[in-house]
């Protein structure tokens, strides 16, 4: 399994923005990157992913709040997180892929971070 380190996370307001940073470790050429939460006693939902020829997904509920970014060269993906309201509270997971199929859905994910709590206080 190939590492994928996550930065970033913590509390903030209903309004208010944060970002989520992840790094893969993988040499994988062609390869997607996602971003997933999951709240307690809920299951795991995709939220966005990119791939390295940008091709960019979003779950509806965040869509025109979030927005992923890819440095390629480093394989460093980026959630920027604007808006944020009380639904948003969850533990996010990072996950890479080998490969452009990329949905928002867990099974095709083989590389997983260790997640970071997001918690959008009233």
């Known amino acids: 399994q190939v590492q994928v380190v996550q930065f970033g996370g913590g509390s903030v307001q209903s309004g208010g923005s944060l970002t989520l940073s992840c790094k893969s470790q993988?040499?994988?050429?062609?390869?997607?990157m996602g971003w997933f939460r999951q709240a307690p006693g809920m299951e795991r939902e995709g939220v966005a992913s990119?791939?390295?020829?940008?091709?960019?997904n979003y779950a509806l509920s965040v869509e025109g709040r979030f927005t992923i970014t890819l440095d390629n060269a480093e394989k460093i993906v980026t959630l920027q997180m604007t808006g944020l309201k009380l639904e948003d509270t969850a533990m996010y997971y990072c996950?890479?892929?080998?490969?452009?199929?990329?949905?928002?859905?867990?099974?095709?994910?083989?590389?997983w971070g260790q997640g970071t709590q997001v918690t959008v206080s009233s």
């Open positions: 996950a890479a892929k080998t490969g452009w199929y990329c949905p928002l859905k867990i099974d095709p994910y083989t590389d």
């Open positions: 993988s040499d994988y050429s062609a390869y997607c």
């Open positions: 990119i791939t390295n020829n940008r091709k960019i």
